[in-house]
């Protein structure tokens, strides 16, 4: 955890990008997460899984500050979070692309909100995502592929130092999917950024994930148990799955994951 390595931030001195302290979250009466203990450290890529609807976008929520927690606390890189985290990039569940804005346009904005030059930037991302040519589509006449590439892109050119995603490709056929995760670890190995994923997919947690966090069914959520995911990196995406490797550890994760999946659908 603290051996020197690749990137920017150096573990031992950078505070925790995310700590959640006894953290819970009611709406009503209804506790959806419960003393949640979770530290985030700089650099890391924690992945999130857990059941439908056990609170995996509410703990994304508490930590991009858009909601307060009703029990505990969340710090944020060494201090406690007040109103929103300006460290965090969010890829949201749903798409957020602007509809009356092309793909470029919607891509340069995000530059010039940054304050740098939209257009070169946009069209450097568009022939980076393997978009050229698609840059004057609206959102409308794209696919959900080209879609999730451009939200990729307007989250990771803010750099800000944590992004948070939520089930960003849970809705992309497989092989669009296993394409956007090895864009997703290409563009963090340049500079292992925080990132906090949430996705009910287990296999894709521990292919990316550096730590797969398992959160057990609501109310009431919490994590149940969590596994540093020591697969060699860069890894091949497409391949990963056939890993011996993969599979124990696969195996040893869904015996925590799988009683919380058949309560969510028992409930
Ligand atoms: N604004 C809200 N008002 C009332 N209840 C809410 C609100 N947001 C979330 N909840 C409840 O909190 C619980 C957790 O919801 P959350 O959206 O965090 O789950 P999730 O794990 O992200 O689900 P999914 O996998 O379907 O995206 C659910 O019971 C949900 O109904
Ligand atoms: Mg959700």
């Not at 925590?256 to 999946?261: A, F, G, I, N, S």
Request: overall charge neutral.
């Amino acid at each position: 955890m603290y051996r020197s390595q690749k990137g920017r931030y150096n573990k031992m001195l950078t505070p925790a990008a995310l700590q959640f302290r006894q953290t819970g979250r009611a709406f009503g009466p209804r506790l959806a997460v419960d003393a949640l203990n979770l530290t985030v450290a700089a650099g890391e890529f924690v992945a999130l899984v857990g059941p439908s609807g056990c609170g995996k976008t509410t703990i994304l929520n508490l930590a991009a500050g858009l909601i307060e927690p009703t029990k505990g606390e969340v710090e944020s890189f060494g201090a406690p979070l007040k109103g929103l985290n300006p460290k965090v990039s969010y890829l949201f569940q749903q798409d957020a692309l602007l509809p009356w804005k092309t793909l470029e346009e919607n891509i340069a904005l995000s530059a010039t909100l940054s304050g740098r030059d939209g257009r070169d930037e946009a069209r450097e991302w568009l022939e980076r995502l393997g978009l050229e040519g698609f840059g004057d589509y609206f959102p409308a006449a794209a696919s959900g592929g080209m879609k999730k590439r451009v939200a990729l892109a307007q989250q990771w050119i803010p750099r800000r130092p944590l992004l948070l995603m939520d089930e960003p490709f849970s809705a992309l056929d497989i092989h669009t999917r296993q394409r956007m995760e090895t864009e997703l670890l290409q563009l963090w190995d340049e500079d292992r950024r925080t990132v906090l994923f949430v996705t009910h997919d287990l296999e894709e947690a521990i292919a990316l994930a550096g730590v797969v966090c398992v959160l057990s069914a609501g109310p009431a959520s919490t994590i149940i148990n969590s596994y540093r995911i020591d697969l060699p990196r860069p890894r091949a995406i497409a391949d990963l799955r056939l890993d011996p490797r993969f599979q124990d550890l696969y195996r040893n994760i869904w015996n925590d994951l799988r009683p919380e999946v058949l309560r969510s659908h028992a409930g």
